[in-house]
């Protein structure tokens, strides 16, 4: 039952993050933060002094271990978790209202977090560090679906929720919207539409509108597409990526980060386009 050299590391870390936090010292906190999370992946790399595979997998289950739980336990408190993620869970409250739904949280917080320092305790005859935090409150969620199927797509969803310092503010986690390699056209596009289906707005006539003006060549600086190569030009020899065809397009290859259309005649830089897009 002796406390390890490790877990003592951890715990000191966390007081010194706590104290960065408090004097709002963002750099500090989030530099501790990348050395906690990196105690999985030295644990798991064989070249580390300390390197043992049974604590790093360890780590890994208890994780996915403790987000179950704390599912189970909040449906235990008749709430619907609608989905879970590797540190969080998203719960529907039933509340009316932004301050309604916001007391459920504060509430569902202070309740796992008793019940994992009962829970730690009695189990592991531990402290529990373990501690739940309320973060924000969606008014309106949405979540794409796997494709031929009903489940939800893991770290993808869009959510619209109020912001304290700017009043209403637009989430995406994992979509077009976000990804460095969609053009700015799908990202506007995806923007407008989720924006108008939250406000309950008519989507039929943007949509109509939107595909009018694409035709029309109104948007054409926004169908620019952005990759980088990840090797050679000549090293690409099973599959040849769109964007490694539009750079054996250019007289000379001045950046690795290839920006190219999708014209007529395939993809093309932007630098030396010939075609039609």
């Not at 739940?132 to 409150?137: C, Q, S, V, Y």
Request: charged share 30%.
């Amino acid at each position: 039952n002796e406390q390890g050299i490790l877990p003592k590391i951890i715990e000191n870390l966390m007081k010194e993050r706590k104290i960065a936090i408090n004097n709002k010292d963002e750099l500090t906190s989030y530099a501790i933060k990348i050395h906690l999370n990196s105690m999985f992946g030295v644990l798991a790399n064989p070249t580390y002094r300390f390197f043992n595979l049974d604590i790093a997998n360890a780590i890994t289950t208890f994780g996915q271990f403790i987000i179950k739980l704390t599912a189970k336990k909040t449906e235990e408190l008749d709430y619907k978790v609608i989905y879970s993620d590797t540190d969080s869970i998203f719960v529907l409250s039933g509340a009316e209202f932004v301050k309604g739904a916001e007391k459920i949280g504060m509430e569902l917080q202070n309740k796992l977090t008793n019940f994992f320092k009962d829970y730690i305790g009695k189990n592991y005859k531990r402290e529990s560090y373990l501690g739940l935090e309320f973060k924000k409150t969606y008014v309106r969620f949405l979540m794409p679906k796997i494709r031929h199927s009903e489940q939800g797509a893991k770290k993808r969803y869009a959510g619209l929720y109020l912001d304290s310092s700017c009043g209403e503010k637009l989430e995406f986690v994992g979509m077009e919207v976000i990804r460095g390699d969609w053009t700015d056209l799908a990202k506007k596009f995806q923007y407008e539409i989720v924006n108008r289906i939250f406000h309950k707005e008519d989507i039929l006539e943007f949509i109509k509108e939107f595909v009018k003006d694409v035709s029309a060549g109104k948007y054409d600086d926004l169908l620019v597409y952005k990759k980088s190569l990840r090797k050679g030009l000549m090293d690409y020899v099973s599959i040849t990526p769109q964007h490694v065809k539009a750079a054996r397009k250019l007289q000379k290859l001045t950046s690795n980060l290839i920006e190219y259309v999708m014209t007529e005649d395939g993809p093309e830089p932007i630098q030396n386009k010939k075609s039609k897009i």
